[in-house]
């Protein structure tokens, strides 16, 4: 990746051009630059598809004012740049209570940990819920969800900072997930009855024993692979267990919708707050690929162009 400068954007019909403030920065956009994405872009392209910052120009149709600060849930060109074409229905409202960068931490995290709790695993209030990696940016996202929905929070993180953090943003419990067996202790926290949901985004590491932790009728909602993985079917008939595996970018268009609107009162009562780990000037993007992908996540990496 390069810095290039390039043209201004101009807005076509129900488009509007972003001045960005803020680009988020995803394991997937890895992925995708790798081509080991199964949606590979036509080179050259811009990377990203989280963002936050300000209307600046507006085409016909696009019914919203310039000025307009806003975060971003996809980009025609990519949100990696000073400037983003967006269709306007991919440009969402951010609050005067959120800044650019927490508004970037936006899309991919909560959308996906949103999605994964209520749309794929359906859960209900009371259950219990183990997020792996839990102070990642899709971790994080989903202890904020599911402590506003009164589920029981288990969390894992590979660093004290981050495992204080998961505690912070409102699990009841955090496990070192570097220690062996670190699993075995689900029992003595779920009454010996298993945990009713686990967001998995590591499948290729931990599927098979997240199998075995499931409480009867349980769910794993698989966020995340990088790799092959070996189970025993039997774990998932001795219980009634569903695996479900989720991609963001096949979410239905009323789905979105439902996503976003239910992330909009979230941000407006303060029951979810973006958590920036990492700024990093545009420039560094290659170094921020490097560092998303390291062990002990810590929030989101935002790049500042």
Not at 3 to 18: A, F, I, S, T
């Amino acid at each position: 990746m390069r810095l290039e400068n390039v043209p201004d954007l101009v807005p076509g019909h129900r488009q509007v051009v972003v001045q960005v403030k803020g680009a988020g920065v995803n394991p997937v956009d890895t992925y995708t630059r790798s081509g080991l994405y199964a949606r590979k872009p036509a080179l050259p392209y811009t990377p990203g598809s989280d963002g936050a910052g300000i209307i600046g120009s507006v085409g016909d149709g696009a019914k919203i004012a310039v000025g307009s600060r806003v975060y971003l849930a996809g980009s025609i060109t990519g949100s990696y740049a000073e400037q983003a074409l967006c269709d306007i229905s991919d440009v969402h409202p951010l609050g005067d209570t959120l800044s650019f960068p927490q508004g970037a931490a936006i899309n991919v995290p909560y959308a996906t940990a949103y999605r994964a709790l209520f749309q794929v695993a359906k859960v209900k209030a009371g259950e219990s819920v183990l997020v792996h990696g839990a102070s990642g940016g899709v971790g994080v996202a989903a202890v904020q969800l599911a402590h506003a929905a009164k589920l029981k929070i288990i969390g894992t993180g590979g660093s004290e900072k981050g495992r204080e953090l998961i505690l912070k943003e409102g699990a009841n419990h955090v496990l070192d997930h570097t220690a062996a067996n670190y699993l075995d202790q689900l029992p003595s926290l779920t009454q010996g009855r298993g945990v009713d949901v686990i967001l998995e985004m590591l499948a290729n590491v931990n599927l098979g024993n997240d199998l075995k932790a499931l409480a009867p009728r349980g769910r794993v909602v698989v966020i995340g692979s990088r790799g092959m993985v070996q189970i025993d079917p039997r774990d998932t008939m001795t219980r009634d267990a569903s695996i479900l595996g989720m991609l963001l970018f096949n979410t239905p268009e009323t789905d979105e919708i439902a996503i976003h609107d239910g992330l909009a009162e979230g941000f407006r009562n303060g029951s979810l707050r973006p958590v920036v780990g990492k700024e990093l000037p545009l420039a560094e993007a290659p170094r921020a690929h490097v560092e998303v992908m390291k062990p002990g996540a810590y929030g989101k990496i935002v790049l500042l162009p």
